[in-house]
């Protein structure tokens, strides 16, 4: 039995030496292994300097807002009874393009538009006569002070140069305001011509340029709001594009930009950078102060968006 023991208690031994050898092995080989790598020659890459731009890009989305291209259209309700261009026609300012039937709305609205445009017309030459006879009153005020209470050296306080000197006042107040009113009677006439013209029997090039897309034949019967042709005129198209505000301060106007467009997938257009707008929104806030006695606060901020 106690032999048996004995040869136990050996075999154990063999074995744990056996691991500790095989331990000291893999601690050694890993040192080894640690050692080769840190003696391992570094690899270097080189390479030339080279001058060069870096380009910085921003993306932006938005739309065409002018294609060299103006529209005809008309207000008038009718039939065509003559087309006098063709498409490929070079026009003027004014020529007629075709010539209408009106109905009997047409006709209406036509004479009503006709008749405000008069009425704007004969507004400014109203006002324009006017303009003339208060010129005259103003001499007339202004001749009386000086041959009368300036001639006189009257007081400041005299009612008299009082009186005259508020008269001519008042007429040189009255005169100055009347250029006003003829400025005013302009716009009104400039307003009243384009809807005058809309409502025509006689449709008209609003600008000088080539005709293209008439749509228009006699005999065919026309209403509100309808585009008979375009005019292409000579420029350069114009587009307006959103960009975040990251990105804005990165655009300067005269900056190279590229442009494709979904209708023309097969082409890339450049331009440059125009203009640029910052929008801000300006916010009232409104606050209520509670105390003795309630009232109302107001804090302007602004907000840059």
Request: charged share 15%; hydrophobic share 45%.
């Given at each position: 039995?106690?032999?048996?023991n004995?040869?136990?208690?050996l075999?154990n031994?063999?074995g744990?030496?056996?691991?500790?050898?095989?331990?000291?092995i893999?601690?050694?080989?890993?040192?080894?292994v640690l050692?080769?790598?840190k003696a391992?020659?570094?690899?270097?890459?080189?390479?030339?300097?080279?001058k060069?731009n870096l380009?910085s890009?921003?993306?932006?989305?938005?739309?065409?807002?002018?294609?060299n291209i103006?529209?005809?259209?008309?207000?008038?309700?009718?039939?065509?009874?003559?087309?006098?261009v063709?498409?490929?026609?070079?026009?003027y300012?004014?020529?007629?393009?075709?010539?209408?039937?009106?109905?009997p709305?047409?006709?209406?609205?036509?004479?009503?538009?006709?008749s405000a445009?008069l009425?704007?017309?004969n507004s400014?030459?109203?006002?324009?006569t006017?303009?003339y006879?208060?010129?005259n009153?103003?001499f007339v005020?202004?001749?009386?002070f000086?041959?009368?209470?300036?001639?006189r050296?009257?007081?400041?306080t005299?009612?008299?140069?009082?009186?005259?000197?508020a008269t001519?006042?008042?007429?040189?107040?009255?005169?100055?305001?009347?250029?006003?009113?003829?400025?005013?009677?302009?716009v009104n006439?400039?307003?009243?011509r384009?809807?005058?013209?809309q409502?025509s029997a006689?449709?008209s090039?609003?600008?000088a340029g080539?005709?293209?897309n008439i749509?228009l034949t006699p005999?065919?019967?026309t209403s509100?709001?309808d585009?008979?042709?375009?005019i292409?005129?000579?420029?350069?198209?114009?587009g307006?594009?959103n960009v975040?505000?990251?990105?804005?301060?990165?655009?300067k106007?005269?900056?190279?930009?590229?442009?494709?467009?979904?209708?023309i997938?097969?082409?890339t257009?450049?331009g440059?950078?125009?203009?640029?707008?910052?929008s801000?929104r300006?916010?009232?806030e409104w606050q209520?102060?509670?105390s003795?006695?309630p009232?109302?606060?107001?804090?302007?901020?602004s907000?840059?968006?």
């Amino acid at each position: 039995m106690l032999k048996k023991n004995l040869k136990k208690i050996l075999a154990n031994r063999k074995g744990t030496a056996i691991l500790a050898v095989a331990l000291i092995i893999l601690i050694f080989a890993g040192v080894k292994v640690l050692a080769n790598k840190k003696a391992a020659t570094p690899q270097y890459q080189t390479a030339t300097v080279e001058k060069g731009n870096l380009i910085s890009a921003v993306s932006a989305s938005g739309q065409i807002i002018q294609a060299n291209i103006i529209n005809i259209a008309t207000q008038a309700t009718g039939v065509v009874n003559e087309v006098l261009v063709k498409d490929g026609d070079k026009v003027y300012v004014g020529q007629t393009i075709a010539k209408l039937e009106l109905d009997p709305a047409g006709s209406q609205a036509s004479t009503q538009a006709y008749s405000a445009y008069l009425s704007a017309k004969n507004s400014l030459v109203s006002a324009q006569t006017n303009l003339y006879t208060l010129q005259n009153t103003l001499f007339v005020a202004n001749q009386k002070f000086i041959n009368d209470a300036a001639a006189r050296n009257l007081a400041t306080t005299d009612p008299t140069y009082i009186e005259e000197w508020a008269t001519w006042l008042a007429a040189e107040a009255t005169y100055k305001n009347q250029e006003n009113v003829i400025a005013q009677a302009k716009v009104n006439l400039n307003n009243a011509r384009p809807t005058y013209q809309q409502t025509s029997a006689t449709i008209s090039a609003p600008l000088a340029g080539t005709v293209d897309n008439i749509t228009l034949t006699p005999g065919q019967v026309t209403s509100a709001a309808d585009r008979v042709a375009v005019i292409k005129i000579q420029g350069n198209p114009i587009g307006t594009f959103n960009v975040s505000e990251i990105d804005i301060i990165k655009v300067k106007p005269g900056q190279k930009v590229t442009v494709t467009l979904d209708s023309i997938a097969d082409k890339t257009f450049t331009g440059v950078v125009a203009a640029w707008i910052k929008s801000v929104r300006f916010q009232a806030e409104w606050q209520i102060i509670r105390s003795q006695s309630p009232s109302i606060r107001k804090t302007n901020r602004s907000y840059l968006t």
